[in-house]
Structures are given as C-alpha cells and as structure tokens.
C-alpha cells in the first residue's frame, strides 16, 4: 500500500516539474512559440503548447495555463513569430 502511494507521489512530482520547466522555457526570449487555436466554440490567439496528451492539451497564455479537452481542437497552426535583428556590432561573427 505505502509503495503504491510512493510511485503515485513520484509520478506527480516528476509530471509538475516537467509541466513547471516547460512553462518557464516558454516564458524565456529563447524560445518564441506562438501557435493560433481553434476550438469547436471559440479561438486561442497567440498561445504557447505545452503539453498534449490523449485526452487533455495544455496552453500557456497571458500568465495562466488553459486546459483544453483535445477532442475540442479543430485546428492549431504555428503563428509567424517577428526574431529581433541582430546589429552587426554586437554579432561575434561580422
């Protein structure tokens, strides 16, 4: 009985931090992904993928996760995203 409580606990732990480190990449300029979500009653706009799985989708947008039921998805496409420039004087290899 204690070992199965152990694995539950464990198992949690590790899906929360993934859930946790993905989220704060995403928040990072590093990574800029912006995807376009349409439901079947409503759209996403400029919202970031964190996680999919069978039944359930994550997003992050505006500080907040949505939870989304993924058979509620009708479409999701990557939004062109603008990178900054880089100026010649502060690139290493001008």
Known sequence: MIEDFLIVAFAIGIIGSTVGL????????????????????????????????A????FYAD?????????????VQRRRTQ????ECAAAEAC
């Open 22 to 53: 993905t989220v704060r990449e995403y928040k990072s300029d590093k990574y800029n992904y912006a995807y376009d979500v349409t439901l079947k009653n409503e759209k996403l706009e400029d919202v970031a993928l964190v996680m999919s799985t």
């Open 55 to 58: 039944h359930h989708t994550i």
């Open 63 to 75: 500080e907040r996760s949505i939870v989304v039921p993924t058979t509620e998805i009708m479409k």
């Open 83 to 86: 990178r900054p420039k880089i």
